[in-house]
């Protein structure tokens, strides 16, 4: 009887469980259920939400796109001059400060806040063509919308020539542009994070706190005419080069085969000289033409002149010469290549020192600068070229400076070191600005007295490099007051404000 209730109770106690797994599993599964509809409808309420932020982030930047306005030296530069307070008010708590590391293919950029703050969480890589353009364009936009900015400023380190494109393009694009010294980038990477680690992903950085700091200058591209005279200006400077190049290469074969050549040929670039080079330049091939080979090849070059009178000459020292017989027949044609080379590079640079000096005449008052003595049309064109706008600039020393001519010393305390010039700018406006010193002291009596009056002087006198990179800074002064004020050449007005100067020099 015990046993049949018992077997009876386990039965309900096993009924039981059964009814109550099965209740739980139904619970369970009608709450898994409910769950799987929240989940669903949290996800759509998140995708609603995202759909609808990225609406907005999307709003934010085409109001700021629309808003974005570039600020070039033309604006800050032309109305007063931009100094250090002027550079860090311009860096307003609304704007973006995007550093840039410029390379050949690849540029890195990275963004901070008005406070330092990184806006980025790495740098963005992104090619040097219109699409990697775009692309940091988009990036910067997103994170400027981002984080409230209206306005972005790009900090770029020049490096040779390779941010030209991409300066030109952000400005196009509304995106203002400086340029920070390298200098300055190398001297604060260690400020960064104790390192002196330098690479591509760094100096963005390093450049964007420099920005921020207002330790910056507004980049100048040339534009119009101004961009005219300085492509010009560079193509002459490198067929000159290529020139001398050529004419040092010429000099050295012949010297090996014709040491008296120079005697012989009198002026080795000159018409008659590289008109007989091209056909026969050795001895040899001089004595196997003599007197009258040598002359028929002047009459079919079309020369004209008493150089006719050296035919005679020539085949003398020809038979005379001491230079080497082996290997003159292979190396006459190298010899025939720099003669050739040289009378196309001659002819190639009159035709840009032609078209330069057309484009000289179209800037206000610079035909007043020949007025100059010694100052003729190739140094007037690359003083003006380097020059550039005028008008960006407030004083002449701001123009010393960027050529270099302005000078520093290192004193402290009683030690006070010697002055120099200090030779950081355009090496190209400090040469042109040198050569014109050296003709004006050649053909300017005023120049030369002044000259003469800073290496004779009792008190502090100059030694001659020095006293003509004087008289170059007091050139340089007066080339700007003419082409500021239009006023012509006095030598009376250019003499008298050297107080202690002889009055021979006013007088000169």
Request: with cysteine; aromatic share 8%; glycine share 6%.
């Amino acid at each position: 009887m015990n046993t049949n209730v018992k077997t009876v109770e386990k039965q309900a106690e096993s009924e039981n469980c059964v009814k109550k797994s099965r209740a739980d599993y139904r619970r369970e599964k009608k709450a898994a259920v409910k769950d799987k509809e929240s989940k669903l409808k949290n996800e759509k309420v998140q995708r609603s939400t995202l759909a609808l932020c990225d609406q907005e982030l999307l709003r934010k930047i085409d109001e700021i796109t629309e808003n974005l306005k570039a600020k070039t030296w033309y604006h800050l530069e032309t109305s007063g001059r931009f100094k250090k307070n002027e550079k860090i008010s311009f860096i307003s708590d609304d704007m973006l400060i995007v550093g840039c590391d410029i390379g050949s293919e690849t540029h890195y950029v990275r963004a901070i806040d008005t406070r330092g703050r990184e806006l980025s969480r790495k740098a963005l890589a992104f090619e040097n063509n219109a699409e990697g353009f775009g692309k940091a364009k988009d990036w910067a936009l997103e994170l400027a919308a981002k984080h409230g900015k209206t306005q972005i400023v790009l900090g770029l380190e020049p490096t040779g020539h390779y941010w030209f494109a991409i300066a030109s393009w952000m400005i196009s694009q509304g995106i203002s542009v400086v340029q920070v010294n390298p200098y300055a980038v190398k001297q604060t990477k260690e400020v960064e994070d104790n390192s002196q680690r330098k690479d591509d992903r760094k100096d963005p950085k390093l450049i964007a706190n420099l920005v921020k700091d207002g330790n910056y200058g507004m980049p100048y591209l040339p534009e119009g005419i101004y961009a005219d005279l300085r492509g010009l200006a560079l193509f002459r400077d490198q067929l000159t080069e290529d020139r001398i190049r050529c004419m040092n290469r010429l000099h050295r074969e012949m010297k090996i085969y014709f040491p008296e050549y120079k005697e012989a040929y009198g002026k080795v670039d000159g018409a008659f000289s590289l008109a007989l080079m091209k056909e026969a330049p050795f001895p040899k091939d001089i004595l196997k033409l003599g007197t009258a080979g040598i002359k028929e090849i002047w009459h079919n070059a079309k020369l004209r002149g008493r150089g006719y009178a050296k035919a005679e000459g020539l085949v003398r020292y020809a038979e005379e010469s001491v230079g080497l017989k082996e290997g003159a027949e292979e190396n006459k044609e190298p010899v025939k290549w720099y003669a050739e080379e040289i009378t196309r590079l001659t002819e190639k640079l009159s035709e840009i020192e032609e078209k330069l000096y057309q484009k000289c005449m179209e800037i206000p008052y610079a035909k007043n600068v020949l007025e100059i003595p010694g100052i003729g049309e190739n140094i007037m064109g690359g003083i003006l070229s380097e020059f550039g706008d005028i008008s960006r600039f407030d004083d002449a020393k701001e123009l010393q400076k960027l050529s270099g001519l302005g000078l520093v010393a290192c004193s402290s305390g009683k030690h006070t070191g010697e002055t120099r010039i200090s030779r950081r700018g355009r090496k190209r406006l400090r040469y042109w600005l040198f050569q014109g010193a050296k003709s004006a002291v050649a053909h300017s009596p005023e120049f030369k007295a002044l000259h003469n009056y800073y290496t004779t002087r009792e008190e502090n006198p100059l030694k001659k490099m020095q006293s003509l990179v004087v008289i170059a800074c007091k050139l340089l002064r007066v080339i700007y007051t003419i082409l500021k004020t239009g006023a012509k050449y006095d030598p009376e007005k250019m003499t008298k404000d050297i107080v202690y100067a002889p009055k021979q020099i006013a007088a000169a």
